[in-house]
């Protein structure tokens, strides 16, 4: 069974930097895409930004220049890595990567969106 864990999350105070990493654990055959989204109180789940299996990369506006995906070369962990945080309302960072399990009775090979639990952030003095 495939199962993504997120860690890094926490308090931080403004103009301060963060590294999320997320893991992918199980066994599987491939990885495509990996992203990191984030949704705070009220709101709806944005696209903060993601990573190909080629490494090119795409930022929200609101992000770019501040932050920075990447993914390891075995391609089981994904990062992002925070800096020049501002202030705003708590926000819950999850991670997402498309995965290829290893297919059972239905024998078919295709990639699934997983999804991380979930790392609180937030950025306050």
């Known amino acids: 069974q495939v199962q993504l864990v997120e860690s890094g999350g926490g308090l931080v105070q403004p103009g301060g930097s963060l590294r999320l990493s997320c893991a992918a654990s199980?066994?599987?055959?491939?990885?495509?895409?990996m992203a990191w989204h984030r949704q705070a109180p009220g709101k709806e789940r944005e696209l903060v930004a993601q990573?190909?299996?080629?490494?090119?990369?795409t930022y929200a506006d609101s992000v770019k220049g501040r932050f920075t995906i990447s993914r390891d070369h075995a391609n089981t962990t994904v990062y992002l890595q925070m800096n020049s945080l501002k202030p705003a309302a708590p926000a819950v960072y999850y991670c997402?990567?498309?995965?290829?399990?290893?297919?059972?009775?239905?024998?078919?090979?295709?990639?699934?969106?997983?999804w991380g639990q979930g790392t609180q952030v937030t950025v306050s003095s």
């Open positions: 990573i190909t299996k080629g490494d090119s990369t």
């Open positions: 997402r990567q498309d995965i290829m399990p290893y297919p059972g009775a239905t024998r078919v090979w295709q990639f699934y969106d997983y």
């Open positions: 199980g066994t599987f055959f491939n990885t495509n895409v």
